[in-house]
């Protein structure tokens, strides 16, 4: 699927030892021929299964179980994050990505067994922010300091099970947890969130915001239902899309659709009731802007387009 | 003939007879008989004596007045054969002669009488003679009378001009003598401490001195009275500034002065500053009772004592400057209004001092009749003085007052909630210590309800004090409108329901979602009390204000629908909050469960894992704790069987049926497949849904969230074989006691057979545990 779009491929894998589970990491490598023909046959692609290649493993023996991978998400692909029941691991890999060096960590002091179950790169300030969540709290770290930049507290009710930042706004970031709620956060003021969606009936996993249009985000849930939200207000766009000047011609059509356009409201666009179970991941497309897919636990991958009115309300 | 002439002339009557022996002619004779006629106001026909008839006129009738001798005789003739003619001479000439001899009788009878007569005419004749001389006599006599006074008069003239001008030099002397005397007497007045006398002598002789003073002497004495009346005022105006003597006696000083001829202006402004200094003694007195230490009288005694004392000391100053400076015109009154308000204001100031100081207090009774004296103080001097707009102010305080009061019951009646509620979590608190689980929850509740229902009702009696007939500022107009309505039901009743919901809501919204703040039972609880609100309790409550204050005013107020749906909405949320936080609690209990056992190297199941145990408890604890307070609830209807045995029959029948393929390791497809088809005929569940109001529901909520929680955590982990067989035998003991709280029983079975088949996907050694074992094992544990 289009999500990765590294021709190096994370994996866990879970290796059962001495009737002891631990959860591993590892690089893979995609095969060249399904990353350049993964548009043109996706059918063929997904029907002969073609191996993965092997570069090296995570060595997280001595940090507990890995909860979490991420990449660096601009530059040469060549720094990993991982989290490891307490611990923050950055990773540097080497000799093409044939080895795996652990760079530097940092690791979660506290009372009781504090485990990190979810954390997110942010793609804003160089790549130095990295966003953890661990039970109700959030928590933002300094990748070149390994330190605490900011901290939620009682982020949600219950766990925090997933996080991701906007990717045009650099403050902003959303969390989902147990508490069946998606909250909006500006890590600059971390006692009350900007916006707070109760949609979902159950245990909220995954939250993404799309790559490009950030008003749109989608949240999947063990209601096994896949929503897809507008939260214009809070958007990098919150007065939709800025008119291009060369649309002279039809000038005096647009002006009285723009008014039309201008109250803007956080709403719902579609809840994806397709899964019969819970729903574990979704995740959008890289390529295409509106596109997504939505795995769930009875194994079923759900691909769906915006629905395309709202497309184009979006882009015109 | 000639008696025949005559004949009607005794015919007339006998008032005519005196006129027959004159004998005089026809014609005067019958003018004198018409004058006479004239004279008794007769008409012609009448003079005869008879009546007026038809033959009146008849010339033929001997007695009528227009007999005709020629006519009767020529009718006689015509008409009277001879005989009757001889018959009718003879009677003629027989009534002639009785006519005759008739007149000499009354000639005779009358002569005698005119000789009488002539002679009483011939004796005035000589009496009057007599009467002449004498009364010339008088004449003379009267000229010579005349004369004399005449010569007496003017005799005595001269002497009775002295007379007259000494009696007018006497009154001047006597006047000269009292200017004279003046100084001396002023001095004299003056020393006494006469004044009203001394004024008065001063302005009688004041003009006369304004007039003369031309005069050397006069100029003296006006002189002498001037430093005298100088030095008067001055006294006056010294005892006038003492001012210890009270208004009456000041008013006195100030009277005496503009008689003096003091300047009024200048006197109103003295006289209204020494009144200010006495005022303002009187609210330093009131201030001192302010005082920084709690006051020591109360607000009654303070407001009298300000109404007596200030507003006391006000009126007085107003009645008397006003009869004073009455002349000044509308620029006096201004000047007065300026002054009163200024104090008045002050004392305004101080009473609201006071006032505040009496917020805290919860007796409304003395605090009214405190403000009704205090206004009704207020109106004697609101009529004096209208330009100062006291009584108005007044009635603003008052206003004021009241809403503060609302405020003050508002707030009482918010702590009185609190109270009872921090009451029912002691009492929450404390059964659970001695090992009683919530014992008598429908008591605290029917306890909460009715304190709150008897705090409102007093707070009700003591506002409804404000509005009570005998106090006088009850028929202003914001008593009988927006006090009522908007204060009383919308203010305190409807703000207090409004309250409480809000109370209730941050009981949901509270941080500790993890439902460590509020003890659920009392979220239970507040919910079946907004219920109860909600049913009856508001509109009884509204019902009952609207009786007591029947405002007259016209703005909207809030319906009953209104706060009732709020009020439902309210108890349907903590209803729902309390669900997710009793789930909460069961989830986390069994979520830990799950994720600290190491699930692949557990040991061959013996027993039901104690955690299980303690849910169907808990569950079970719920089910009495809500069951207190809610009713049962529609169950659907499932099948007859819902005895514990057939049920573990019925159960196990289903599990083998179900189950028993999908734990064969050979046939992973089939798992899939069946559970996938089983999903497609089954309804999507909505785990945190909201609830309705009865046990059953909640309960089903509350099962709900615990299941799916076990599910999802089930997922999460790796089972060894002994581990998925564990996991059968707990659902299997769930599936046991739980099916008795759900709506739906097939929900709990479902649930739970996703939990058994998630955990066996979730196995890499799938070996399911014979049903009967997992009967026994369920039914001995």
Redesign the interface.
């Known amino acids: 699927m289009e999500a990765v779009k590294e021709s190096v491929k994370l994996a866990f894998r879970?290796r059962?030892s001495d009737?002891?589970?631990l959860t591993c990491a590892a690089v893979w490598r995609m095969p060249k021929e399904l990353e350049s023909s993964s548009h043109e046959s996706p059918d063929d692609s997904s029907s002969t299964a073609q191996t993965l290649e092997l570069l090296c493993h995570l060595d997280n023996t001595a940090h507990g179980n890995m909860a979490c991978v991420t990449w660096e998400p601009m530059g040469d692909g060549k720094k990993i994050i991982s989290l490891a029941d307490n611990h923050i691991l950055l990773w540097d890999l080497q000799e093409s990505s044939s080895r795996a060096v652990l760079a530097s960590s940092a690791s979660l002091e506290g009372k009781g067994q504090l485990k990190f179950t979810s954390g997110r790169w942010s793609p804003h300030h160089n790549c130095t922010q990295v966003a953890t969540a661990s039970d109700t709290t959030l928590r933002g770290w300094d990748t070149r300091t390994m330190s605490q930049i900011y901290c939620i507290e009682?982020a949600h009710?219950?766990l925090v099970r997933d996080l991701d930042f906007n990717p045009n706004k650099q403050y902003y970031l959303a969390s989902c947890g147990d508490?069946?709620k998606v909250k909006f956060w500006d890590t600059r003021n971390v006692t009350e969130p900007v916006k707070t969606l109760e949609e979902h009936?159950?245990?909220v996993w995954n939250v993404r915001y799309n790559h490009s249009h950030d008003q749109l985000v989608l949240t999947g849930s063990?209601?096994?239902r896949v929503i897809l939200s507008n939260m214009v207000s809070i958007s990098s766009e919150p007065f939709g899309h800025l008119v291009d000047d060369e649309d002279v011609s039809d000038q005096e059509e647009h002006h009285p659709e723009e008014k039309n356009k201008e109250p803007l409201q956080d709403n719902v666009i579609a809840t994806y009731?397709e899964h019969?179970?819970?729903v574990y991941a979704v995740e959008w497309s890289s390529a295409d802007p509106w596109l997504f897919a939505s795995l769930s636990?009875?194994?079923r991958l759900v691909i769906n387009r915006v629905p395309r009115a709202l497309k184009y309300h979006i882009l015109l | 003939m000639a008696a025949v002439a005559a004949g009607p002339s005794p015919g007339a009557g006998p008032g005519d007879s005196p006129e027959g022996p004159e004998a005089e002619a026809p014609e005067r004779r019958r003018k004198a008989h018409g004058m006479l006629k004239l004279y008794y106001g007769l008409s012609e026909g009448e003079a005869a004596g008879r009546p007026a008839g038809s033959e009146a006129l008849d010339p033929t009738d001997l007695n009528g007045a227009h007999f005709d001798p020629e006519v009767y005789l020529d009718k006689l003739r015509r008409e009277c054969p001879l005989a009757q003619l001889m018959d009718s001479e003879t009677d003629m000439v027989r009534q002639i002669r009785a006519l005759d001899s008739d007149m000499q009788t009354l000639v005779y009878e009358n002569y005698n009488k005119f000789i009488s007569a002539t002679d009483t005419i011939r004796k005035m004749k000589n009496d009057f003679r007599k009467m002449e001389d004498e009364m010339d006599r008088l004449a003379t006599n009267m000229a010579v009378i005349t004369d004399f006074s005449a010569r007496i008069s003017a005799t005595l003239q001269d002497r009775h001009e002295r007379i007259t001008k000494l009696a007018g030099v006497h009154a001047l002397l006597r006047k000269l003598q009292f200017l004279f005397e003046l100084p001396s007497r002023l001095t004299k007045c003056v020393e006494l401490g006469a004044y009203g006398e001394a004024v008065r002598y001063q302005g009688r002789a004041r003009a006369v001195l304004q007039q003369y003073q031309h005069l050397p002497s006069f100029r003296a004495i006006q002189d002498d009275c001037q430093v005298i009346t100088a030095r008067l005022a001055q006294q006056l105006r010294q005892r006038f500034r003492e001012g210890g003597s009270g208004a009456p006696e000041q008013a006195e000083c100030v009277e005496l002065l503009l008689a003096l001829g003091e300047p009024a202006e200048e006197l109103c402004e003295e006289f209204l500053a020494h009144a200010r200094g006495r005022l303002e003694e009187e609210l330093k007195s009131l201030a001192a009772e302010l005082g920084p230490s709690p006051p020591a009288p109360d607000v009654l005694e303070f407001t009298d004592r300000g109404g007596s004392g200030f507003v006391g000391g006000l009126c007085q100053v107003a009645t008397a400057y006003q009869e004073l400076f009455a002349a000044q015109g509308p620029a006096g009154s201004e000047k007065l209004s300026t002054f009163a308000r200024e104090l008045g204001g002050r004392y305004f100031a101080l009473v609201e001092q006071r006032l505040a100081q009496e917020q805290g207090g919860s007796d409304n009774s003395l605090l009214v009749r405190a403000l009704d004296r205090f206004h009704r103080r207020l109106q004697a001097p609101g009529a004096l003085l209208a330009g100062a707009r006291l009584a108005e102010a007044a009635t603003k305080i008052v206003e004021r007052v009241a809403r503060e009061r609302l405020g003050h019951h508002l707030h009482g009646l918010q702590v009185a909630f609190l109270g009872c509620l921090t009451d029912v979590r002691q009492a929450l608190a404390a059964p659970r210590l001695a090992g009683k689980e919530g014992p008598g929850l429908a008591e605290l509740l029917a306890n909460v309800a009715s304190s709150i229902l008897s705090h409102i009702k007093a707070s009700l009696a003591a506002v409804h004090l404000f509005t009570a007939k005998e106090v006088s500022f009850s028929n202003k107009p914001y008593f009988r409108g927006e006090f009522c309505s908007q204060g009383v039901r919308e203010g305190l009743i409807v703000g207090f329901i409004r309250s409480m919901c809000q109370t209730a809501q941050s009981f949901c919204d509270s941080?500790g979602?993890?439902g460590g703040a509020t003890p659920p039972a009392l979220l239970l609880l507040l919910s079946r009390l907004c219920l109860d609100y909600e049913t009856a309790t508001i509109s009884y409550i509204l019902t009952l204000t609207d009786e007591q204050f029947l405002g007259q005013d016209q703005s909207p107020v809030t319906p009953v629908s209104a706060l009732c749906a709020e009020a439902r909405e309210m108890a349907r949320r903590l209803l729902t909050h309390y669900v997710k936080v009793q789930g909460?609690v069961i989830s986390q209990m069994l979520r830990k469960s799950v994720e600290t056992r190491?699930w692949?190297?557990t040991l061959e199941p013996r027993n039901v894992r104690a955690v299980m145990k303690r849910v169907v408890e808990d569950t079970t604890a719920i089910d009495v704790q809500v069951g207190l307070l809610y009713e049962e609830g529609v169950r659907k209807a499932q099948s007859s069987d819902s005895s514990k045995r057939t049920f573990s029959v019925y159960s196990s029948s289903r599990q083998q049926g179900r189950y028993a393929p999908s734990y064969t390791p050979s046939a992973p497809m089939d798992t899939?497949l069946l559970?996938?088809i089983q999903?497609?005929f089954s309804e999507?569940?909505?785990?945190?849904?909201p609830v309705e109001f009865n046990k059953v529901s909640v309960l089903t909520g509350i099962i709900k969230i615990s299941l799916?929680t076990l599910l999802?955590c089930v997922?999460l982990r790796?089972f060894?074989r002994f581990g998925l067989q564990q996991v059968q035998v707990d659902c299997h003991f769930l599936q046991l006691y739980l099916w008795r709280f759900v709506a739906d029983e097939e929900l709990v079975h479902l649930l739970l057979d996703e939990v058994v088949a998630?955990a066996a996907l979730r196995c890499?050694d799938p070996v399911p545990m014979e049903p009967s074992v997992v009967e026994v094992i369920c039914e001995r544990g």
């Open positions: 879970k059962a009737s002891r589970v009682n009710g219950q508490d069946c009936s159950h245990w063990s209601d096994s009731e019969e179970d819970s636990y009875d194994g | 941080p979602e993890k909460l190491d692949l190297s899939n559970s996938n999903k497609l999507r569940i909505d785990v945190f849904s799916k999802e997922r790796t060894g998630s890499p």
